[in-house]
């Protein structure tokens, strides 16, 4: 079965640079999440989308911006980099919600962004 | 809000044990909850969901949960603990579009 996409896997940058995360979300889901994972840390909500408007804010710095497309799959943008950047950052995404249903997310497999 | 605590970061069974994480939730109104594990340097693989049709959940790998009203808990089991069950286990919870996580519960199995 399909499942999230998140490119680049890796990902290394200096202090001050910019970054740009992909997710693509598995076929036919519509809501879209992402989440910081610091070193032995638990995810943190960062942002989510549905039907490409941004649908809920958690923690995210005012450096980050993020959107999805008209495909559905979304980027989000990291500027002014700091060494507290330096994070696990996972996209997942969820299907269209049944009345009553819960809202499962499937996790892609993460970016790891390193700020030197 | 809701949240979800586990109790425990670190827990160790010998291979063929029980395996028992903790988990109490903490919802004004009926939440929905799941369990995650990550290996390392890999995404969450969903383990299992409580949808209210059942408090006893089974998922993958063997992994079960009951969903206990009463003490506010969703506790993850497996009777038997395999080698390859060592990862990081995440109880997590939501009730609309953020899900909240645990810190998490290191497992470790030993020969």
């Known amino acids: ?19 740009t995360l992909k997710c693509y979300p598995i076929p036919r889901h519509d809501t879209v999440y992402w989440y910081q ?15 490409k408007m941004q649908s809920d804010k958690g923690s995210i710095p005012d450096r980050f911006s993020a ?33 009553g249903g819960p809202y499962e997310q499937y996790f892609g497999p ?7 | 809000a809701q949240s979800v605590t586990q109790l425990g ?17 903490s919802s004004s109104v009926p939440p929905y909850l799941f369990w995650y594990v990550q290996y390392p340097n890999q995404g969450l693989q969903l383990l299992l969901k409580y949808t209210s049709a059942a408090t006893l959940v089974k998922g993958i ?11 506010t808990s969703f506790h993850l089991t497996k009777p ?17 579009n953020d899900m909240r996580f645990g810190a998490g519960t290191r497992l470790t199995v030993k020969p």
């Open chain 1, 1 to 19: 079965a399909a499942g999230v996409i998140q490119s680049p896997r890796h990902l290394i940058k200096e202090k001050r640079e910019t970054a």
């Open chain 1, 37 to 51: 994972q610091g070193p032995g840390q638990d995810p943190q909500f960062l942002i989510s989308f549905y039907e």
């Open chain 1, 67 to 99: 959107q999805q497309f008209s495909d559905y799959h979304s980027e989000l943008n990291m500027s002014s980099l700091e060494l507290g950047d330096s994070a696990l950052y996972f996209c997942a995404s969820s299907p269209p919600r049944l009345a």
């Open chain 1, 110 to 116: 993460g970016t790891r962004l390193t700020v030197t």
């Open chain 2, 9 to 25: 970061s670190h827990v160790s069974v010998s291979e063929g044990a029980l395996v028992l994480l903790r988990c109490n939730y």
């Open chain 2, 61 to 71: 790998n063997g992994f079960e949960a009951e969903f206990k009203k009463s003490e």
């Open chain 2, 80 to 96: 038997s603990a395999h080698m390859s069950d060592a990862a990081e286990y995440f109880c997590a919870v939501t009730l609309g």
